[in-house]
């Protein structure tokens, strides 16, 4: 991989987007590569955690806009479908996909954060959707960010294209918690414990239900929800759990549950 770096620790996959000096622009051989790494990684069923980090400067910098700007209208179509693709892989693959955010987010580098299951940033980071400064909405950004946020703070950034700033966006809902920069890593690790120790099966059932049930009007939902808990109860993984539990002691989950 010439922009993707992979490494394993405590049921945690850590990818970093590794091409700095373009601030990790998501190019098209960056998705692709991104993409492939976490497909790979779901099939593979070996970590819990994905979590996503960037460089110093730039988490993402979004689109590369000499891709954009020199392309047809069809090389244009394709690296946006190629996005479309890599969203699809981090919300259907069964690992919570989290952002580390340490420089700046924007554009489809905010729309990574957004769509990520979790986010953590240091005090440093920033986020914008800036595209409308250079004749170019952030369509695509706008989706997720706005099933993140308020409306009208959505709306705000979309037309101002002005950054946000970590404790903004922890106020405003784009990431779960706002660290100093020297306990970026702890922090993770201290937040995503509290995931690891849990089944990777139930993990891949509830990141499922939770995000099929979320558009749905409340009884629709909650109809849905109850044939799932319903079949869930049956799930050797739940059985383990609620023995352990009468028990008293840690389940003991099934291999690929690890």
């Known amino acids: 991989m010439e922009f993707i770096t992979t490494e394993k620790k405590n049921e945690i996959a850590y990818v970093t987007l590794n091409n700095p000096k373009e601030f990790n622009t998501l190019s098209l051989q960056l998705m692709k590569e991104l993409d492939s790494v976490l ?23 979004g689109h590369s806009l ?5 392309g047809s209208k069809q090389d244009v179509d394709y690296i946006f479908r190629k996005c479309f693709n890599l969203m699809q892989t981090i ?6 996909v989290v952002s580390q955010v340490r420089g700046v987010a924007v554009a489809a580098g905010a729309q990574v954060v957004s769509i990520s299951d979790l986010a ?17 909405f952030c369509s695509t950004p706008a989706v997720f960010l706005s099933r993140n946020i308020g409306r009208k703070k959505a709306v705000e950034l979309l037309f101002t294209g002005n950054l946000m700033s970590a404790k903004d966006a922890l106020h405003h809902g784009l990431v779960n918690k706002v660290v100093p920069l020297e306990k970026l890593e702890e922090e993770t690790e201290t937040l995503l414990k509290e995931i690891t120790k849990q089944s990777l099966n139930i993990i891949e059932l509830g990141k499922r ?25 049956k799930h050797p993984d739940a059985i383990e759990g609620i023995d352990a539990f009468f028990e008293k002691r840690t389940p003991n989950w099934p291999e690929e549950s690890r």
Not at 66 to 70: D, M, Q, S, W
Not at 91 to 96: A, D, F, S
Not at 120 to 136: D, H, K, T, W, Y
């Open 66 to 70: 000499r891709e954009i700007h020199g």
């Open 120 to 136: 953590i940033a240091s005090e440093e980071a920033r986020f914008a959707v800036p595209g409308i400064n250079s004749g170019l």
């Open 91 to 96: 919300r259907e693959i069964p690992q919570l």
């Open 209 to 233: 239900q939770f995000y099929e049930q979320i558009q749905m009007n409340d009884f629709a939902a909650l109809n849905y929800s109850t044939e799932v808990i319903t079949s869930n109860t």
């Open 39 to 61: 497909q790979g990684i779901g099939v593979k069923r070996e970590v819990k955690v994905i979590v996503l980090k960037g460089s110093e400067k730039a988490f993402s910098a």
